[in-house]
C-alpha cells in the first residue's frame, strides 16, 4: 500500500507481532477499555521508542512504518476484527471483547492467516 521501497530491519511478522502486542497491552490497560486514535499513537511511539526496526532514526517509529506500510494508523486498525472503531466527534478504538484469550492467543488471530491473499474468491 506505502512505498515498500525502504529497508526495514524487522521482517513484516515480527513487526505485526509487536505492532497487534503493544496495542492490546494498550487497550487492555485502559480502565474503560477504549482510546482516542490520537492517544493510542502517542502511547504507541513511546512504549516502542527502543525498537530498532530502520537504521534511519527518522524511519525508527512503529507508526512511522504503519503509515508507510498500511497509509495509516487507523486504516491498519481496519484490517483487523479484532478491534472496533467508533466513529463520533473523535475517533475511538477498543478491543472487541476477547478476555477470555491471552495477548499471545490475539496476537496469532492476527498475523496467521489461512491464505497469503488479501482476497477471498469462492467457486
Known sequence: MGNNQIK????EE???RLIHRT???????KSKR????K??????NNRTR???IHPQKKHNRLTKYISIKYGSVLKFIERFDIYEIKRESIETITLRDMDHLSIDELVDSCVQRITPDSDWIII
Not at 8 to 11: A, E, K, V
Not at 39 to 44: A, C, G, N, R
Open 14 to 16: 515480527r513487526a505485526l
Open 23 to 29: 496495542i492490546i497491552e494498550i487497550l487492555r490497560s
Open 8 to 11: 526495514w530491519t524487522i521482517s
Open 34 to 37: 477504549y482510546i482516542h486514535l
Open 39 to 44: 492517544e493510542l499513537t502517542f502511547l504507541l
Open 50 to 52: 527502543s525498537s530498532h
